[in-house]
């Protein structure tokens, strides 16, 4: 073969696998989803007594929240037929994560954020199920949750024929990504129990747990806000947990997921972050 063929058939493969690469399989996009942005393990993993993630422990559950509104605990969504999701059908499986409707029609409650899951485009929607159904099945009963608040009847209208915002608006395609992150589930403040998203990314909520207590911050531009940070830094501190003055940040945000996040994800989050609406900072 002349050099001239061998440096064209390199040219071809190189551009194959770049192709390949970018036009990911439902279980490459939902390994991507689940383990990255939508950081379902920060809520599903199985955790030691000390918080740490049992990595062989999958996302057989058991994790508590225990606030003065519900005692929930994070059920199994591995494919264990008994004590995880094994026998639900995927059509069963997608209204629970995206509507918050079991299989017995019983309604799923908070924490688990289905006011941003429901933004889930169905091709997402698609490939988280493909994965989780390729987990290996772990055995574990986790206990019913209570709930000393009533739960809403419904998180709104049955969801059909959802698309996800094209890739080229990174504003629009950035806040499609930060819902699936459910961001402003933890930074937006709370108004009688329910979020007050009028002021959403204006932070103020704590949260308590074995790290001990922790304040979610403005993610707002505004000098109250991130308008002094470079992309960089926001990058840093939702990939890292590090804050822009170098000091470390506290649980319970999702670092260890968010640090999958690819370049061009990350770029449109912080682009439609800067284009929030400026607030004061609603902690204290
Ligand atoms: C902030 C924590 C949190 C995050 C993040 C979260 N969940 Fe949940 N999830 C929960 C809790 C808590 C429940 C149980 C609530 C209840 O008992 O009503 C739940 C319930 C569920 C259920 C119903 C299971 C059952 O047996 O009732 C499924 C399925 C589920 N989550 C899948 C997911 C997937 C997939 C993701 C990521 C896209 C995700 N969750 C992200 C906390 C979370
Ligand atoms: C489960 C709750 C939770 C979620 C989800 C969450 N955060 Fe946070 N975040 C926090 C808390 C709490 C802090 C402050 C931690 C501290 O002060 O130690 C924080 C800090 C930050 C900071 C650092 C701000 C500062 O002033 O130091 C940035 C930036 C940030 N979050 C962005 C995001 C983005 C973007 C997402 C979604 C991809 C996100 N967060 C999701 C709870 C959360």
């Known amino acids: 073969m002349s050099a001239l063929k061998m440096a064209a058939l390199g040219a071809a493969v190189v551009g194959l696998s770049a192709g390949l690469s970018f036009a990911q399989s439902p279980l490459e996009r939902g390994r991507y989803l689940v383990d990255g942005m939508a950081a379902c393990g920060n809520c599903h993993a199985a955790r030691d007594p000390k918080g740490q993630v049992i990595p062989d422990r999958g996302l057989s559950g058991g994790m508590d929240f225990d606030t003065p509104a519900f005692k929930a605990y994070a059920p199994n969504i591995t494919p264990d037929p008994d004590t995880g999701i094994g026998k639900w059908t995927d059509a069963q499986l997608g209204k629970a994560i995206r509507e918050g409707v079991r299989p017995d029609g019983s309604i799923i409650g908070p924490p688990m954020p289905i006011e941003f899951l429901r933004e889930i485009s169905d091709a997402d929607l698609a490939a988280i199920i493909v994965y989780l159904r390729a987990q290996p099945p772990v055995r574990n009963a986790v206990p019913k949750s209570a709930y000393m608040i009533p739960l809403p009847p419904t998180y709104g209208p049955p969801l059909a024929n959802v698309q996800a915002p094209a890739r080229t608006d990174a504003v629009k395609y950035g806040a499609y990504l930060i819902a699936m992150g459910h961001c402003m589930d933890c930074h937006t403040p709370m108004v ?38 470079s992309d960089a830094e926001i990058e840093r501190a939702v990939r890292t947990g590090v804050s822009r ?24 989050v912080i682009a439609s972050l800067r284009a929030l609406k400026p607030l004061p900072f609603a902690g204290q």
């Open 192 to 229: 009688k129990g329910r979020l007050d998203l009028a002021r959403a990314g204006s932070g103020g909520r704590t949260f308590d747990g074995p790290f001990g207590q922790s304040l979610s911050r403005n993610l707002t531009p505004g000098s109250a806000g991130l308008s002094n940070w």
């Open 245 to 268: 003055d170098g000091s470390r940040l506290k649980p319970p945000m999702a670092y260890d997921w968010y640090k999958n996040i690819n370049a061009e994800d990350m770029r449109s």
